[in-house]
Nanobody
Framework: QVQLVESGGGSVQAGGSLRLSCAASGIIFAINDMGWYRQAPGKQRELVATITDSGSTNYADSVKGRFTISRDNAKITINLQMNSLKPDDTAVYYC???????????????WGRGTQVTVSS
């Protein structure tokens, strides 16, 4: 199985910064797209940012210009640098990866357990 472990969440005041990290481990043949999603209380989980194995990125409009996603393919890790944080960014942030565990495996989606980000005004 593939495990995704997030770190770096916490509490910060509006305007501050946090950096999230996610490391993949376990039985991995190939990981393609990876990304960050978030879920605020009472809301559906939403995309924050994604990055392909070749480095192409995609961001939610609400975080463009403030968040930056990056990836280390050798270590199978992704990071999310979050600047100019707003109270609306408060949510549980989840790491997501799409890949296969072994040659011939069907493509699967894996999720981390999430890390809390709280932004106070």
């Amino acid at each position: 199985q593939v495990q995704l472990v997030e770190s770096g969440g916490g509490s910060v005041q509006a305007g501050g910064s946090l950096r999230l990290s996610c490391a993949a481990s376990g039985i991995i043949f190939a990981i393609n797209d990876m990304g960050w999603y978030r879920q605020a209380p009472g809301k559906q989980r939403e995309l924050v940012a994604t990055i392909t194995d070749s480095g192409s990125t995609n961001y939610a409009d609400s975080v463009k210009g403030r968040f930056t996603i990056s990836r280390d393919n050798a270590k199978i890790t992704i990071n999310l640098q979050m600047n100019s944080l707003k109270p609306d960014d408060t949510a549980v942030y989840y790491c997501e990866a799409e890949g296969v565990r072994f040659y011939g495996d069907s493509p699967r989606v894996f999720w981390g357990r999430g890390t809390q980000v709280t932004v106070s005004s």
